[in-house]
């Protein structure tokens, strides 16, 4: 009886190690999620920038809700929103998010995109709000209008979608922390976004994590549901294979008192 009980709790113990073990693997690290956000101090922060924007009164704010709540709550699309993607996000401009572009709005995708070239890793650019510093080897060379360029191709570049244009940045570290020290870097940037036509500046926080509490609260309401629709099938049939074959012990241990 207490050694059924051992096996029994053997079981429900690795069941619980598996399912942390998965959750570990597959949830972004903290590091990754701060990477890129005005909230991280880090070299790879945006903290510094967002507080250079805030001292010259531009009309920016933190955006913590989905995008498609933003979608719901503007309506005049003079909208730039700015993306800044950490060290190993993916991403990929969605058939919703061009709609929402060609009615006039303004997307930044700052990331590393573009074609790995023979540019040096380090270069220095001369523009009208000072050197910039960019530190990628990747530039674009498809017949995109470039803003910034050199002789391996665009390192900044727009994309012109009906009334409003996608902006595209070879790196994501244009503006972080780590170039507080470059201002032109810092000035180079919050013009690009200033002079994109739009009457407010929204930073995507949702895609680093970070959630207002009327998200959250909206969110958490259907986290049953989201959490089987987001799970992977692998995850989803490792688990119920580690349930099924607890049901198939305790269902034979079962069998066995009942013959004693």
Known sequence: MIKSRRKLW?????????????????????????????????????AAWYEFMQERNAPIERWQKSFKTLQQNYSDNSITLLRVYGKSAQFAVSKTEREWVKKGNTLVNLAFQGRVTEAPFSTSHETDFGAVKIETTRRNTDSFKAILKDDFGAIIWQEKQSEGKIIYVTTPYLAANAYKLSPGNYDFL?????????????????????????????????????????????????????????????YNNTLEKKKI
């Open 190 to 250: 919050a013009n690009l976004l200033e002079s994109s036509g739009g009457n407010k500046i929204l930073v995507d926080e949702y895609i680093h994590g970070y959630k207002d509490k009327e998200t959250q609260e909206i969110e958490e309401t259907s986290n049953v549901f989201a959490y089987l629709l987001n799970t992977t099938l692998l995850i989803i049939l490792i688990q119920g294979l580690v349930i099924v074959l607890i049901l198939i012990f305790v």
């Open 10 to 46: 053997l079981f429900v113990g690795l069941f619980f190690s598996v399912i942390i073990l998965l959750t570990l693997l597959v949830a972004p690290s903290r590091n990754q999620l701060m990477s890129g956000s005005t909230f991280g101090v880090a070299p790879d922060g945006y």
